[in-house]
């Protein structure tokens, strides 16, 4: 023991630098070993969750166009109805009340599928017919323009007769054309009533 304490002492300075530098290789080698133990983030494997959700199926619910259609003439409740593209003729009917006694359904097609702005006119019996009164008018291809329609085209409109269509002409030719449809109503022979029978079945365009 004090052979080793006079070595030391004998080289003391000598011995300082190399148990510095020991000293030093042994902490970075310490250091290095924990830091090599302790796991890296990147070394962790995440374990993904099982997704067991049910997909819900989605049921769209597709409602039916809305329309509307104005039913005059011989029913019990004329006016316009709010009907779908899937109804018939029969359904904006019924909604108007049903037939008058006095009405003339006979050439009227019941099972005609209903559309936008369509005009069913219900003639009372007793009125003139045609061979085919169209009743339900839907297009305006299908009305009789009063300001270029020759006497055959007007007689083909109900309760127009020749002595009425000649009217007609007559007063075109005089005023210059009719301006609007209750400009019928200025025709001799032709009243209230009368036009609203014919209302839906012309145009003046």
């Not at 630098?17 to 924990?34: C, D, E, K, N, R």
């Not at 109900?158 to 030719?173: L, N």
């Amino acid at each position: 023991m004090i052979l080793i304490q006079l070595f030391v002492q004998k080289y003391k300075k000598k011995l300082l630098l190399p148990v510095v530098v020991i000293g030093i290789i042994l902490f970075i080698s310490i250091h290095s070993f924990l830091k090599s133990t302790t796991p890296k983030v990147d070394s962790i494997q995440t374990i993904p969750l099982k997704e067991n959700f049910t997909e819900v199926e989605t049921i769209e619910y597709v409602e039916d166009p809305i329309v509307f259609v104005e039913v005059k003439g011989a029913v019990t409740k004329p006016g316009v109805y709010e009907l779908s593209e899937e109804d018939r003729v029969l359904n904006a009917i019924e909604m108007a009340g049903g037939y008058l006694p006095s009405s003339n359904s006979q050439h009227i097609n019941h099972a005609e599928r209903v559309k936008d702005e369509m005009v069913i006119y219900v003639p009372e019996e007793g009125e003139e017919e045609v061979e085919s009164p169209l009743s339900t008018r839907s297009s305006q291809s299908s009305l009789v323009n009063i300001n270029n329609a020759d006497a055959t085209g007007l007689t083909t409109l109900p309760g127009v007769g020749v002595a009425k269509a000649e009217a007609i002409i007559s007063y075109r030719e005089q005023s210059g054309g009719f301006k609007e449809k209750e400009d019928l109503m200025k025709v001799t022979g032709i009243g209230q009533k009368t036009y609203e029978k014919l209302e839906p079945l012309i145009s003046v365009k």
